[in-house]
C-alpha cells in the first residue's frame, strides 16, 4: 500500500528545548504540498552548527525542533508543480534556498522558515533550515533539492550538502584562489580538507 497522499509515522529525534539532549519519537510527516517533496533521509552526518542548536547557543529559534542539514535520501512523494525530480530519485537537501513564502523567508533578518510538516504528541514541530533530516523522512520546497547520480552512495554523498560545499566554496567564492596561488588552510576537519580540494581545483601550487 503506498504512502502517496498520506501522513507517514516514522521515528526522529527532537530538540524539546534548548540545552537538552535529543529525543528519539515517532512523529507524523505530513505529504508535500505545492512545490515541495518528501524525501526519504537515507544518511546524515552532524554538523557543528546542529550540535550549537543542541547546546542553546543558537539565537532565535522555535522549539520543539528537527534539526539536522546534512544528508541524502530518494525521493517518496512529489507535491503538484514539482517538475526538478521524481519519486525514487536520490536527492541531496539544500538549506540554503526556503519557502519564499512565510514571513520568515521573507524577511531580510532571518532564513529561518515556518513551515511545519511534523507533529509528535499532537504538538507541531518546527523545521531547521528547511531541511530537517534528523528524521526517517523530511519535506522540503523543490527549490531545496539537488538531484544526484542514481548510483552515488548516499552515506558517503550526505556531506555534499555542508560540510563539503562550505570549505570548497570559501576556497572558490569567497577567498577566490588563483592558479599558482599558495594557500594556508588552518584547520583539516571536514570543512578544512574540502577547502584544500578547493584550492586544488582552483590551481593553487601549495
Not at 36 to 54: G, N, Y
Not at 87 to 105: M, N, T
Request: with cysteine; hydrophobic share 40%.
Amino acid at each position: 500500500m503506498g504512502t502517496k497522499g498520506k501522513v507517514i509515522k516514522c521515528k526522529a529525534a527532537i530538540a524539546w528545548e534548548a540545552g537538552k539532549p535529543l529525543c528519539i519519537e515517532e512523529v507524523e510527516v505530513a505529504p508535500p504540498k505545492a512545490h515541495e517533496v518528501r524525501i526519504q533521509i537515507i544518511a546524515t552526518s552532524l554538523c557543528h552548527t546542529d550540535a550549537t542548536v543542541i547546546d542553546s547557543k543558537f539565537e532565535g529559534l522555535a522549539f520543539p525542533v528537527i534539526v539536522g542539514h546534512e544528508a541524502a535520501g530518494i525521493v517518496e512523494s512529489i507535491g503538484p508543480g514539482v517538475t526538478n525530480v521524481k519519486p525514487g530519485d536520490k536527492v541531496i537537501p539544500l538549506y540554503a534556498p526556503l519557502c519564499r513564502k512565510c514571513k520568515f523567508c521573507l524577511s531580510p533578518l532571518t532564513n529561518l522558515c515556518g513551515k511545519i510538516r511534523f507533529t509528535c504528541k499532537g504538538k507541531p514541530v518546527y523545521h531547521f533550515f528547511g531541511t530537517s533530516t534528523f528524521s526517517q523522512y523530511t519535506v522540503v520546497s523543490d527549490i531545496n533539492l539537488a538531484k544526484i547520480d542514481d548510483d552515488a552512495n548516499l552515506e558517503r554523498v550526505c556531506l555534499l550538502g555542508c560540510g563539503f560545499s562550505t570549505g570548497y566554496g570559501a576556497a572558490i567564492n569567497n577567498a577566490k584562489v588563483t592558479p599558482g596561488s599558495t594557500c594556508a588552510v588552518f584547520g583539516l576537519g571536514g570543512v578544512g580538507l574540502s577547502a584544500v580540494m578547493g584550492c586544488k581545483a582552483a590551481g593553487a601550487s601549495r
